[in-house]
Each structure stands twice: as C-alpha cells, then as structure tokens.
C-alpha cells in the first residue's frame, strides 16, 4: 500500500491506523516533551550518508532560489516572497509550530479525498480565482517598470 493510498483512504483500517497513530503522538508531544515521548533512534552509516546528500542537494537548491529572491532577480517573485512572509508573521503569530504541524498531518488526511469527490467543483472555483489573481498580478506589472517577467 503506497503514501498515496494512505492519504486517499484506500484501505480504511491502514489509513485510520496511521492517521490515528501519527496524530496521537503529537497530540502527545503537545502535552508532553520529545524526550519523554521519543524513543531512542540508531541510524546505520549508510543511512546518515544517504540522509545527507539528500540534505545537501536540498539545501543547495533553497539557497540558489533564496539567493535569487533575495538579490530581486525577478521582481515579481521577490514581491511573492515578501508578501507571503509577511503573511507567515501573522501565521506564526496566531499558531505555534507543532500546532501547525497537527494542521498539516489532518489536512493530507481529509484534502484529498475531499477534492477526488468535489474535483468539478473545485477546479471551477480554483480557475475563477487564478483568473481574477492573473488579472491584478497583469496590471501590477503593467504599472511597475521592469515588473516584467523575462522570457526563459
């Protein structure tokens, strides 16, 4: 049974375990410290090896796109940027990481299978809203000089 599966309630008894397992132990972790919680993790030598170059590869992708964002390479994407980070102040302000993090664990768990059976629906309403953002995203460029995108 693949991650997907889980996520789409394929087998409801496997997916109601993992969800249920995952969403105790933070709901534990909430209320209890991760040492009291966690238990002791080994990892072979290969596994922090591969671990790691996975780690680095990631890191050396964020850094590129965040060296980018920041030098205001493209300035729409650097306005995006700034703007959803102004929008996670309020986020973090409002929610504290692990709270976030129970958020995340139930919406993997109820999204998909809510879009699968509302998939018309959503896609009509997701396609009016890029619309009306590709529409003021257009006119924001328009009245900005050099707010255009480079052609790649």
């Known amino acids: 049974c693949g991650s997907i599966d889980l996520l789409y309630w394929r087998n409801v008894k496997q997916s ?7 969403l105790l132990l933070l709901f534990s972790l909430t209320q209890f410290s991760v040492v009291s919680v966690g238990m002791e993790i ?7 090896s591969k671990y790691a170059d996975k780690i680095l590869l990631y890191s050396n992708t964020c850094m590129k796109e ?16 700034a703007v959803l980070m102004w929008l996670l102040t309020y986020v973090g302000a409002l929610f504290n990481g692990l709270t976030l993090l129970i958020l995340a664990v139930v ?10 059976k509302h998939q018309a629906q959503i896609d009509q309403y997701v396609g009016l ?22 052609e790649e």
């Open 66 to 81: 965040l060296r980018r964002l920041f030098l205001v390479q493209d300035l729409v994407d650097s306005l995006k940027f």
């Open 16 to 22: 109601g375990a993992v969800f249920s397992s995952v």
């Open 42 to 48: 080994a990892m072979s030598q290969d596994q922090i």
């Open 107 to 116: 919406s993997m768990f109820t999204l998909p299978v809510v879009y699968e």
């Open 129 to 150: 809203i890029r619309t009306q953002v590709n529409s003021v995203v257009g006119k924001i460029q328009a009245k900005i000089p050099g707010a255009k995108r480079k």
